[in-house]
């Protein structure tokens, strides 16, 4: 049986609508994507909210960082008005409207979570989140990601048996060794070094992922090549590619 390259919606379905909102990951699930990927952060009053940056400026009519806001102040900002054309009402959701979404949408796949603690200290969200997971006790499978491998390691004392994933531009000797060491179970790397790898580093890989891959030339090396998975904002290419390359069935 060939292994099937997954498709992770990067941020929902970012190419259509605002990224990591309510909108974006609904348009995403439309084409099936393997898994739905999106972030975390936290307010000043303690919520874990669902946005990619540290600040909202990037994506909403607010400017700051989301650390330095409380909950009340981060939904009174639009979240659609960045996007052409823009959408009414959309705000950034918390990380309990998120999990009630994908409760309501019977959501069936893989969440790709990442938290977001690469550049701003959030002490103790690894426990919020995986506490907040389980409240909902969901059927679908989490995986947690992290450019900071001290959250992946305090994920793995938290929760032995967690998927988890190392974010790296490239898998350096010693990423190799804390994987296999047992803090994390994959690698994703950065498609744009990836590319400029040897042949060696295309093989079908059971724990390399690569991201963003958006451009089409390198979304057909990645299907024939066989990687695990590749991160991606354009959910409908690469479904329609994957098709052509590999056949229909999911991994």
Do not use: C
Not at 84 to 92: Q, Y
Not at 215 to 241: Q, S, Y
């Amino acid at each position: 049986m060939t292994i099937k390259t997954q498709i992770i919606a990067h941020r929902g379905y970012r190419a259509v609508a605002p990224e990591n909102t309510l909108p974006a990951f609904e348009a995403a699930l439309a084409y099936q994507p393997d898994m739905l990927e999106m972030d975390v952060h936290r307010t000043l009053d303690g919520h874990l909210v669902v946005i990619h940056d540290e600040k909202v400026d990037r994506t909403t009519n607010g400017t700051g960082f989301v650390k330095d806001m409380t909950l009340a102040e981060i939904k009174s900002l639009d979240a659609g008005i960045y996007k052409e054309p823009k959408m009414v009402g959309v705000t950034i959701p918390t990380f309990d409207e998120f999990l009630t979404f994908l409760r309501a949408q019977k959501f069936d796949q893989t969440l790709m979570l990442e938290i977001k603690t690469d550049h701003v200290s959030y002490p103790g969200i690894e426990k919020e989140i995986l506490d907040k997971i389980d409240t909902y006790q969901p059927e679908y499978h989490v995986l947690y990601q992290s450019f900071n491998l001290n959250s992946l390691k305090i994920v793995r004392q938290l929760q032995p048996k967690a998927d988890i994933a190392a974010l790296v531009y490239w898998a350096t000797p010693s990423v190799y060794w804390l994987k296999w060491r047992g803090v994390f179970d994959y690698i994703h790397s950065d498609i744009r070094i990836l590319k400029n790898k040897p042949r060696i580093f295309w093989r079908p890989n059971v724990h390399m992922r690569t991201w963003t891959v958006d451009n089409e030339a390198d979304m057909r090396r990645v299907f024939k090549a066989g990687l695990r998975g590749m991160i991606t904002n354009k959910v409908a290419l690469a479904t329609k590619i994957r098709r052509e390359i590999q056949g229909d069935e999911h991994d």
